[in-house]
């Protein structure tokens, strides 16, 4: 299954993030090698 989206919800349920730039594949990570920090508006971190 292959889905698109901006939702860092779906990433714990996804195997990889694959980053697409101008139509070209720019980088593809496994999910558990992806470091992942929140933040929030103010820019600080939860």
């Known amino acids: 299954v292959i889905s698109a989206t901006h939702d860092h919800k779906m990433l ?11 139509g070209i594949v720019d980088r593809i990570i496994n999910r558990e090698d992806l470091k992942i920090e929140v933040g929030t508006i103010d820019g600080h971190a939860e």
């Open 12 to 22: 714990s349920v996804s195997d990889r993030v694959v980053w697409v730039r101008d």
